[in-house]
Nanobody
Framework: QVQLVESGGGLVQAGDSLRLSCAAS????????MGWFRQAPGKEREFVAV????????DYATSVKGRFTISRDNDKNTVYLQMSLLTPEDTAVYYC??????????????WGQGTQVTVPS
């Protein structure tokens, strides 16, 4: 039902910025809550940011609050993660997530393939 394709990762220096994109192949993109997660080597996948259906509500992990901004363009079926002031601790594979709620207790999660972000020390 859902295909997610991420892009924009790469190697950048500490203090630099990078914008990740996630293009969704779905019938109605606005039905999905969208989010970004990341997984560093040897660590569990962790939450980064989330945005609701129309973009008027967002939430962020404490570690990225004030540096990262999640946004979405429902006309383009795309969610973005603007990352600023990057540090080596941001090095990870970043995954796009789409969540479709059937009701408040039931949902389905869909994941992109991940894109590598590397910030060397």
């Amino acid at each position: 039902q859902v295909q997610l394709v991420e892009s924009g990762g790469g190697l950048v220096q500490a203090g630099d910025s990078l914008r990740l994109s996630c293009a969704a192949s779905v019938r109605t993109f606005s039905h999905y809550t969208m989010g970004w997660f990341r997984q560093a080597p040897g660590k569990e996948r962790e939450f980064v940011a989330v945005i609701n259906w129309n973009g008027d509500n967002t939430d962020y992990a404490t570690s990225v609050k004030g540096r990262f901004t999640i946004s979405r363009d429902n006309d383009k079926n795309t969610v973005y993660l603007q990352m600023s002031l990057l540090t080596p601790e941001d090095t990870a594979v970043y995954y796009c997530n789409a969540r479709l709620y059937t009701d408040y207790r039931h949902w389905d999660d869909y994941w992109g393939q991940g894109t590598q972000v590397t910030v060397p020390s």
